[in-house]
């Protein structure tokens, strides 16, 4: 990695830290999205980022629901290799999708707890209606955009 694109890692890390992501799991995607080679072990990614083993397994362990790292079988190696999947991006907007749904569930749970004239109710009925919509709209959206790289390839 060139002094210039650790430097633009790290601006991304912070980026991503500054918008809630944890400060180890932020600098472990940035390694991701960086790399040269197609994949990477867990000790690469902590020597690249003088991190302690465990700190990188610990983010390791963040980023896997979210779709934004897959492990790679690779033969003869003893080791975990890793990489930023192809598809990561549209991955990250489907994982939540059980997040919306979760949200949403609980927007109708309150719902139910409270007086359904009250600014309560209209305040979680419209954070239903959102995540319900997002719902609906995210796989279209996730489709075309497939699609459209399709035809740019």
């Given amino acids: 990695m060139t002094d210039e694109s650790?430097?633009?890692?790290?601006?991304?890390?912070l980026v991503l830290t500054r918008h809630g992501m944890q400060r180890m799991t932020a600098r472990v995607l940035s390694v991701l999205l960086f790399a040269e080679q197609e994949t990477i072990?867990?000790?690469?990614?902590?020597?690249?980022?003088?991190?302690?083993?465990?700190?990188?397994?610990?983010?390791?362990?963040?980023l896997s629901p979210t779709g934004l790292i897959e492990r790679v079988p690779?033969?003869?190696?003893?080791?975990?290799?890793?990489?930023?999947?192809?598809?990561?991006?549209?991955r990250l907007m489907s994982s939540q999708n059980e997040i919306i749904r979760i949200m949403q569930d609980a927007a109708?749970?309150?719902?139910?707890?409270?007086?359904?004239?009250?600014?309560?109710?209209?305040?979680?009925?419209?954070?239903?209606?959102?995540?319900?919509?997002?719902?609906?709209?995210?796989?279209a959206v996730i489709e075309r955009w497939h699609a459209q790289r399709e035809e740019e390839a």
């Fill in 6 to 13: 650790r430097a633009a890692a790290e601006e991304m890390a």
């Fill in 41 to 62: 072990t867990a000790g690469e990614i902590a020597e690249q980022l003088e991190a302690s083993a465990g700190s990188v397994s610990g983010a390791i362990k963040m």
């Fill in 74 to 90: 690779m033969p003869g190696s003893r080791r975990e290799h890793y990489r930023f999947p192809a598809d990561g991006w549209p």
């Fill in 108 to 139: 109708e749970r309150g719902i139910e707890a409270v007086d359904p004239d009250s600014l309560v109710a209209r305040r979680l009925a419209d954070m239903r209606d959102f995540y319900e919509y997002l719902m609906k709209e995210l796989p």
